[in-house]
């Protein structure tokens, strides 16, 4: 089973859940930003992709300056609890899959996690190509 944790306004979100359904799979899709996260679903998610609060701040498009978030030396547990109380603070997507989890930005980091990739050729929103007609990533 795969999981996108994805935010339907953001193109870089919306090329990886169609990456996962070019690939033959219908992933859980789960829009954070209506049903929030909770402080163990976040610390999990970030434990298993190696990532840590600030790694996985939002920091354009997003309160984070505002909050005054970007400054050095701003706690972990700060960002944690800015972003339980403010779910666009987290950047996305991010995907579990059995081969692991991963913020997927790229897009195309989301190919790491499928058992297979999707048939050529396949582009990203904007027309930039990520698979080309023989199956290649250019």
Not at 65 to 79: H, N
Not at 89 to 99: A, Q
Not at 105 to 115: I, K, N, Q, T
Request: hydrophobic content about 45%; some cysteine.
């Amino acid at each position: 089973m795969i999981v996108i944790h994805h935010n339907p306004d953001c193109g870089t979100s919306r090329n990886v859940l169609a990456f996962i359904r070019a690939a033959g799979m219908e992933p859980v899709v789960i829009d954070y930003l209506a049903e929030g996260w909770t402080r163990p679903q976040l610390l999990a998610l970030f434990a298993a992709a190696d990532l840590t609060p600030r790694a996985a701040l939002r920091e354009t498009k997003s309160p984070a300056q505002d909050l005054g978030l970007l400054a050095d030396g701003v706690a972990d547990e700060t960002i944690l609890n800015a972003m339980l109380e403010h779910p666009i603070l987290v950047n996305r997507p991010i995907v579990c899959s059995p081969k692991g989890v991963r913020l997927c930005r790229p897009s195309e980091a989301v190919f790491d996690l499928l058992d297979h990739l999707p048939p050529g050729p396949l582009c990203k929103e904007d027309g930039q190509m990520v698979i080309n007609k023989t199956g290649a990533r250019p």
